[in-house]
């Protein structure tokens, strides 16, 4: 597979910008982001996953919100700084929630005993 990313330089030798990645790439990102949701779809209707099914749905949409930003928001083409804000932000909701879920009860507790 040939990456569709190249960078421009003037005649000094400075970057200039990147170009955009080309429609077969946004195409591929769009199918990747389908199946990731089919099977939030599928993992969400099968009983045995119950147990598992909020880490599993949380998993998916983190890689989701990863590949959205990375791609749709160009990020991936940016200064690592900038995915690493994002990354912060979602790291935090991600603890923020999770906490939320154990102190209202959301995940089962052990037996006491």
Do not use: C
Not at 17 to 34: D, S
Request: hydrophobic content about 50%; proline content about 7%.
């Amino acid at each position: 597979m040939s990456t569709e990313h190249h960078v421009a330089h003037d005649a000094g030798g400075h970057e200039l910008e990147h170009a955009h990645p080309g429609p077969r790439t946004y195409t591929i990102i769009g199918v990747i982001l389908a199946v990731i949701t089919l099977i939030e779809v599928w993992a969400y209707n099968q009983a045995f996953l119950r147990p598992a099914l909020v880490p599993i749905l949380l998993s998916l949409s983190a890689v989701k919100f990863a590949t959205v930003v990375g791609f749709y928001m160009h990020l991936r083409f940016d200064n690592p700084l900038f995915l690493a804000v994002f990354g912060f932000g979602l790291a935090v909701a991600g603890s923020v929630i999770t906490a939320f879920m154990f102190l209202f009860g959301q995940y089962p507790q052990p037996p006491h005993g």
